[in-house]
Nanobody, 119 residues
């Protein structure tokens, strides 16, 4: 069992930056691939980014955020991050952290954190 708690969301102007964090409980954090999804009002939840268990360069992004967002993980701190730069109003959504044993089919979800980008 893994519990995920996101933080770092908020209100930012277009062009600004935010860093989301997701803290995981348990001693098996390094056994999971980690990812971020988002859901805007009236839309389905969509994939944003993911990182394999070993981290490093094994990262994957949706086309809509590639070049602006960076996912990373610190296995010593049981934490995954999402650095979001050059934010756009269309990035406004609830962002969810997810953990997966099979890349990338989430087994566990966080409660979500709101990101709002004003124009």
């Amino acid at each position: 069992q893994v519990q995920l708690v996101e933080s770092g969301g908020g209100l930012v102007q277009a062009g600004g930056s935010l860093r989301l964090s997701c803290a995981a409980s348990g001693r098996t954090f390094s056994s999971y691939a980690m990812g971020w999804f988002r859901q805007a009002p009236g839309k389905e939840r969509e994939f944003v980014a993911a990182v394999r268990r070993s981290g490093g360069t094994y990262t994957y992004y949706s086309d809509s955020v590639k070049g602006r967002f960076t996912i990373s993980r610190d296995n010593a701190k049981n934490t995954v991050y999402l650095q979001m730069n050059n934010l756009k109003p269309e990035d406004t959504a609830v962002y969810y952290c997810a953990a997966a044993t099979v890349f990338f089919n989430p087994d566990y979800w966080g409660q979500g954190t709101q990101v709002t980008v004003s124009s």
